[in-house]
């Protein structure tokens, strides 16, 4: 069974920090793509970042996150982070990730529809 386990958001103060967790199992990682998808109210769910751990652990970005966010993992068997820093007040929302192909357009272009297995999310609230 396929199952995908977000923790560690929580409330954090414009210019902080804050790293998120994905813990995975039923899969093999080794064979899959994990991507960061985030939700704010009121708005559509947009990917975030990616890694494709089938190829190399290449990763991708959204423009509104280079620079700021990194999504990696420590060991072959994860967990898949994403380390947010200098975060802003739009980047509050509920972050998910999301289990999908290893290879091909998926991670890159960060399709919702192409992600087959979701956790359930961790909310990230930034306020002063």
């Known amino acids: 069974q396929v199952q995908l386990v977000e923790s560690g958001g929580g409330s954090v103060q414009p210019g902080g920090s804050l790293k998120l967790s994905c813990a995975t199992s039923g899969f093999t990682l080794d064979y899959s793509s994990i991507a960061w998808f985030r939700q704010a109210p009121g708005k559509e769910r947009e990917g975030v970042s990616c890694i494709s751990v089938a190829d190399n652990d290449l990763t991708y970005y959204a423009d509104s996150v280079k620079g700021r966010f990194i999504t990696s993992r420590d060991t072959p068997k994860g967990p898949v982070y994403l380390q947010m820093n200098s975060i802003k007040p739009e980047d509050t929302g509920v972050y998910y990730c999301?289990?999908?192909?290893?290879?091909?357009?998926?991670?890159?272009?960060?399709?919702?529809?192409?992600?087959?297995?979701w956790g359930q999310g961790t909310q990230v609230t930034v306020s002063s």
């Open positions: 999301a289990e999908g192909p290893g290879y091909g357009s998926a991670c890159p272009t960060m399709s919702r529809a192409a992600f087959r297995s």
